[in-house]
Antibody
Framework: QIQLVQSGPELKKPGESVKISCKAS????????MHWVKQAPGKGLKWMGW????????TYADDFKGRFVFSLEASASTANLQISNLKNEDTATYFC????????????WGQGVMVTVSS | EIVLTQSPTTMAASPGEKVTITCRAS?????MHWYQQKPGASPKPWIY???KLASGVPNRFSGSGSGTSYSLTISSMETEDTATYYC?????????FGAGTKLELK
């Protein structure tokens, strides 16, 4: 069955970096784009951008340009999200989500990674 | 960027009651998608392409709409339907979500 399994929770200090992984299984990784979605505590969903899993090209939403980097380990069917120079407002749960085939929605989601930024 | 406005923000329904959640877009969109999220869990695709039920979704749920106005309807509220529901659109290569509607049991 199709699964997206993300790495574990992270506790970081302001200014540090974090790298989150999303390992896909049950399908051909390079056939589907992977997206990232942020959910701050008690808040709604915010689309961060996506990565073309075939070419490796990332695309970032305007609010996530600069400190955020999407990358791949295609041989391991894994997508990564790295956030540098962490700020308190980066405290959130980060989801990876697969783009559905032939339709513009997200058909599979990871379980989410809670990143806490606190001094 | 297309802004999605959901209403109501929060609502409570009794078992058996009909529930309607609306999502209005700031510009016309071709389709609307809906997700269900329960506390501590990831969102689940619930209705896609405006009116298609995702796998496993009970048929008491339905979706409709066009242009700038879309809705999710539950024909008869059940306990398990308590959750937050988000609408989502995708245009100009920029997906956006509504702020969510929290549905509680009365």
């Amino acid at each position: 069955q199709i699964q997206l399994v993300q790495s574990g929770p992270e506790l970081k200090k302001p200014g540090e970096s974090v790298k989150i992984s999303c390992k896909a299984s049950g399908y051909t990784f390079t056939d589907y784009a992977m997206h990232w979605v942020k959910q701050a505590p008690g808040k709604g969903l915010k689309w961060m951008g996506w990565i073309n899993t075939y070419t490796g090209k990332p695309t970032y939403a305007d609010d996530f340009k600069g400190r955020f980097v999407f990358s791949l380990e295609a041989s391991a069917s894994t997508a990564n999200l790295q956030i540098s120079n962490l700020k308190n407002e980066d405290t959130a749960t980060y989801f990876c989500a697969r783009e559905a085939e032939a339709s513009y929605y997200f058909d599979y989601w990871g379980q989410g990674v809670m990143v806490t930024v606190s001094s | 960027e297309i802004v999605l406005t959901q209403s109501p923000t929060t609502m409570a329904a009794s078992p058996g009651e009909k529930v309607t959640i609306t999502c209005r877009a700031s510009s016309s969109v071709s389709y609307m998608h809906w997700y269900q999220q329960k506390p501590g869990a990831s969102p689940k695709p619930w209705i896609y392409d405006t009116s298609k039920l995702a796998s496993g979704v009970p048929n008491r749920f339905s979706g409709s709409g066009s242009g700038t106005s879309y809705s999710l309807t539950i024909s008869s509220m059940e306990t398990e339907d308590t959750a937050t529901y988000y609408c989502q659109q995708w245009s100009s290569n920029s997906p956006t979500f509504g702020a969510g509607t929290k549905l509680e049991l009365k």
